[in-house]
């Protein structure tokens, strides 16, 4: 499914399988380093890497491509706010009766143009997708053709609308001691990091023109892609470019710049915990899962579900410990929790026009 193209695929590593190991990939201290640097913002350039680390250019580009073509790093997202693009996100969870109909429903899910994200899991709910659409009634056809083709073997679903998510970080790839160390504050080139430092979003509005959707379309599944490149595209100069770009980022349509990792390949589980609570100091929560190493994305939902948080451990244990300092952080107000674990990422993308 999607083999040929990068669409933002993971295919997790079995651990389990004959002859592999608890880690497919070694990573050493500089390793881990240049990939806590690039999930900070995977447009730092190789120069300032190397500066950084105080490594030779080359050494560092040749560290990111063992990491490339071992499979372990798939490649750069640019995170863009859907509803600055005017797009509405709903999340859909599917339990099925059997597993029989999955590897039909996901072919078919994968090929529907507005199917935005597409994983298979493990736990209250087999399927996850995300429609991105511009209208409800747009949602609804399409969410209403799925159930209309599937209803033999769908035993239940639960739809929420996403109201915002975002990216965390990697902080459990390096100890806090090491991560003290190393900044991400480049500001020259084409990082765009002073303008998602800037706090002063309203000085560029979000009224994009159709080269403004050109360059989100190239830079969303290849978040490191040149200057250069992309003028040679769009027919502007390099200037027009970084204005646009930088003007995207102030506005807060492009959020963040990101590389996608197997992390599984590194022997952490992928776990999806949906949370509810009851008179959330959200300030708090935020500032919970932030620093906290092992998770690493949310997203705030508007349905049965209040959030969703992704956290990656390297055994039960691990995972439980987390989830016992969030239900006693937040004792008072978390009512319930659902954990999920997470097969594969068959498709990441975000809709752009």
Not at 59 to 65: P, Q, S
Not at 97 to 103: D, S
Not at 148 to 177: A, R, T
Not at 254 to 277: C, E, N, T
């Given at each position: ?191 765009f990091q002073k303008e998602f430092d800037s706090k002063a979003t309203s000085e560029c509005d979000a009224k994009l023109d159709a080269k403004d959707l050109e360059i989100l379309e190239m830079l969303k599944l290849d978040g490191r892609i040149g200057v250069k490149t992309i003028c040679q595209k769009v027919g502007l100069a ?103 674990i997470i097969f594969n990422q068959i498709k990441y993308v975000q809709r752009v026009r």
């Amino acid at each position: 499914m999607g083999e040929n193209k990068f669409i933002g695929q993971i295919q997790e590593y079995n651990r389990y399988a004959q002859g592999s190991v608890a880690e497919a990939i070694r990573l050493d201290l500089t390793d881990r380093k240049i990939l806590y640097l690039l999930h900070k913002n995977a447009r730092l350039s190789t120069t300032y890497l190397s500066k950084e680390l105080r490594l030779k250019r080359e050494t560092i580009a040749y560290r990111i491509k063992r990491m490339t073509d071992a499979g372990f790093l798939h490649g750069y997202l640019t995170m863009l706010d859907h509803r600055k693009l005017g797009f509405k996100n709903y999340r859909v969870c599917i339990k099925l009766k059997t597993l029989t109909e999955e590897k039909e429903m996901l072919e078919h899910l994968l090929n529907i143009p507005e199917v935005m994200r597409l994983k298979n899991c493990s736990g209250s709910y087999d399927i996850q997708l995300v429609f991105s659409v511009r209208h409800e009634e747009e949602f609804l056809m399409l969410f209403d053709g799925v159930i209309n083709k599937y209803h033999m073997n769908i035993q239940g679903y639960d739809v929420m609308q996403i109201l915002d998510e975002d990216f965390l970080g990697m902080s459990l790839v390096l100890d806090e001691d090491e991560r003290k160390k190393i900044n991400a504050c480049e500001r020259k080139g084409s990082t765009f990091q002073k303008e998602f430092d800037s706090k002063a979003t309203s000085e560029c509005d979000a009224k994009l023109d159709a080269k403004d959707l050109e360059i989100l379309e190239m830079l969303k599944l290849d978040g490191r892609i040149g200057v250069k490149t992309i003028c040679q595209k769009v027919g502007l100069a390099p200037n027009a470019v970084k204005a646009r770009i930088s003007c995207m980022a102030k506005s807060g349509v492009i959020k963040r710049f990101m590389p996608l990792a197997s992390l599984s390949m590194l022997g952490y589980q992928w776990w999806m915990v949906f949370l509810k609570f009851n008179n959330l100091d959200k300030k708090k929560f935020s500032t919970f899962i932030e620093y906290n190493p092992n998770i690493l994305w949310y997203m705030r939902l508007l349905g049965k579900w209040d959030y969703q948080i992704s956290v990656f451990a390297k055994d039960n244990a691990e995972f439980h410990k987390v989830i016992d300092e969030l239900r006693t952080e937040f004792a008072e107000n978390m009512t319930s929790y659902d954990p999920l674990i997470i097969f594969n990422q068959i498709k990441y993308v975000q809709r752009v026009r």
